[in-house]
């Protein structure tokens, strides 16, 4: 099983930049996919990036593309997501999440991923 821990929300104003990182507390397999996703209240969860471990191919969320990039560090086996020009509409709580058996179709799902983290709090003030 593997446990993942996100890190660096916070409460920022509109314009400025936030740094999320997911460590991985047990070993990632060379197939599996690691993600971001986000949820604020009374919305769906919603994919922001994810990356297949191996190739490291990614995706991300229509409405971050251009603002957020996603990046990975093999050895440290972290996630680390860069939030650039954050908007109101990105505060939500953010969460990490592993996918055993990935594909680039599935991977922007939430419901195929198989452990989650306990989530960050993101807010963005105008």
């Known amino acids: 099983q593997a446990h993942v821990v996100e890190s660096g929300g916070g409460t920022v104003q509109a314009g400025d930049s936030l740094t999320l990182s997911c460590a991985a507390s047990?070993?990632?397999?060379?197939?599996?996919?690691i993600g971001w996703f986000r949820q604020a209240p009374a919305q769906e969860r919603e994919v922001v990036a994810a990356i297949r471990w191996r190739l490291g191919d990614k995706i991300y969320g229509d409405s971050v593309k251009g603002r957020f990039t996603l990046s990975r560090d093999v050895a440290k086996e972290t996630v680390v997501l860069q939030m650039n020009s954050l908007k109101p509409e990105d505060t939500a709580v953010y969460y990490c999440?592993?996918?055993?058996?990935?594909?680039?179709?599935?991977?922007?799902?939430?419901?195929?991923?198989?452990?989650w983290g306990q989530g960050t709090q993101v807010t963005i003030s105008s």
């Open positions: 999440a592993v996918d055993r058996s990935p594909t680039p179709t599935t991977m922007k799902n939430a419901h195929n991923y198989d452990y």
């Open positions: 047990t070993f990632i397999y060379a197939n599996d996919a």
